[in-house]
């Protein structure tokens, strides 16, 4: 199975800017869609792994809060 190729290089930040919080929330939910298919994230556990990887993205964008 392949995944979608997503081609959003008319919605970049200008530049110096980074990445925009709806870009983030975007990458977080296809690695949380793809987390649930290889069946490491359970309806169960899904909250606080959720909000892991969207703080862990936000982080390497250099978007996290203080």
């Given at each position: 199975m392949?995944?979608?190729i997503h081609d959003d290089?008319?919605?970049?930040?200008?530049?110096?800017?980074?990445?925009?919080?709806e870009t983030v929330l975007k990458l977080a939910k296809e690695?949380?869609?793809k987390f649930i298919e290889v069946g490491?994230?359970?309806p169960a556990n899904f909250p606080e792994?959720?909000?892991?990887?969207h703080?862990?993205?936000n982080e390497t964008a250099?978007?996290?809060k203080a």
């Amino acid at each position: 199975m392949t995944m979608p190729i997503h081609d959003d290089t008319g919605k970049r930040c200008p530049v110096g800017t980074g990445v925009s919080d709806e870009t983030v929330l975007k990458l977080a939910k296809e690695i949380a869609i793809k987390f649930i298919e290889v069946g490491r994230i359970t309806p169960a556990n899904f909250p606080e792994t959720f909000k892991d990887i969207h703080a862990a993205i936000n982080e390497t964008a250099g978007k996290a809060k203080a």
